[in-house]
């Protein structure tokens, strides 16, 4: 991981017994077959949004297990790759909420680079096999990026969509800051209450509220 104001934060995980053996894991995976995101894009979200300047924090699960999908960054994919379904769920609810014209990709780097951390909570996958690298370590990784993006003193605004991310909550100090929840935006889930709950608006009225910057949630074509 190069160094990024993440490193001084999160380094003391590197040096649990849990970090070597989940690294052995990976290694392993990745030499008896093909593993996503590429090697160098596991830890994306911490290198397009410093953790200086996180505002909000989108969870995910699972990267992407199809080939050239997954870069580093929950829900997005490279361009180039056809946008999968539950971004284009978002697609659909940030063009009812916010006025977003869909572009033809499903690139989220724009969002990252404003301070929209876009975190997975599990950073790899076998090739088609979802979920086949969770319960190995990365959720102790990932808890720790939760707590501390929670024990920043300005106000977050925290997307949790699914039951999966939404078990993070207790995680978060609720009254620093503000927690949207809602089912997720996948095909499965996203007509039991996705639709219509305008997470965008919302994180852009309480970013407002707190006296920080919105976030532009148009992305250029």
Request: aromatic share 10%; hydrophobic share 40%; net charge neutral.
């Amino acid at each position: 991981m190069t160094t990024t104001d993440w490193n001084p934060i999160l380094r003391g995980e590197f040096a649990k017994p849990y970090w070597p053996q989940l690294q052995q894991f990976v290694a392993t995976e990745r030499a008896n077959g093909e593993v996503f995101p590429p090697h160098d894009e596991v830890f994306a979200a911490l290198h397009f949004t410093a953790y200086a300047d996180t505002k909000v924090m989108i969870l995910g699960q699972d990267p992407y297990h199809g080939p050239g999908q997954a870069h580093g960054l929950c829900f997005s994919v490279k361009r180039g790759v056809r946008v999968p379904p539950s971004l284009a769920n978002m697609y659909k609810e940030l063009a009812t909420d916010v006025g977003f014209t869909p572009p033809a990709h499903g690139n989220l780097e724009a969002w990252a680079r404003q301070g929209v951390l876009l975190l997975n909570t599990t950073m790899t996958v076998r090739s088609g096999a979802a979920a086949s690298h969770q319960g190995q370590g990365w959720e102790t990784f990932t808890d720790e990026v939760i707590r501390a993006v929670s024990a920043k003193t300005e106000t977050v605004v925290f997307i949790l969509w699914g039951a999966h991310a939404r078990k993070k909550k207790t995680l978060i100090d609720v009254d620093r800051h503000v927690v949207f929840e809602a089912p997720h935006p996948s095909p499965l889930s996203a007509h039991r209450g996705f639709f219509g709950s305008a997470p965008f608006s919302k994180t852009n009225e309480a970013l407002v509220a707190a006296g920080r910057e919105p976030v532009d949630w148009q992305l250029p074509e």
